[in-house]
């Protein structure tokens, strides 16, 4: 029986790595191939499902979770600030996620 490589790199630690990956794959490539970028955001949530990893909230703010398209700031997001919230909207299909900032923030007109 073979024993087990304690140096190798756990699984979990691999995906993490790949989502990141595929995330900033999916933000580089919005610009020629949108449809492209969309899908790469479809195989980071579907390798985070398939071994049971928590995408977690800083990578769910860099893509829709209705359409998974990528969030780029002017691009396929709008940005309001309500009092204390953050609320982020979706161009495409106009889901609006909302994060709550410590102080509130004003908007440079």
């Known amino acids: 029986m073979a024993k087990y490589n304690q140096n190798a790199p756990k699984l979990n630690d691999i995906v993490q790595v790949r989502i990141d990956t595929l995330l900033s794959c999916a933000h580089k490539a919005y610009a020629q191939r949108p449809a492209d970028s969309k899908r790469y955001v479809e195989l980071a949530c579907t390798l985070a499902k398939r071994h049971r990893i928590a995408i977690g909230s800083k990578r769910k703010k860099l893509f ?27 161009i495409l299909c106009g889901k609006k996620k909302r994060f709550h900032c410590s102080k509130a923030r004003t908007t440079p007109d």
Do not use: A, D, S, Y
């Open 64 to 90: 829709c979770t209705k359409c998974f398209l990528p969030m780029i700031l002017q691009k396929t997001m709008r940005i309001e600030n309500e009092g204390e919230w953050e609320v982020q909207t979706c």
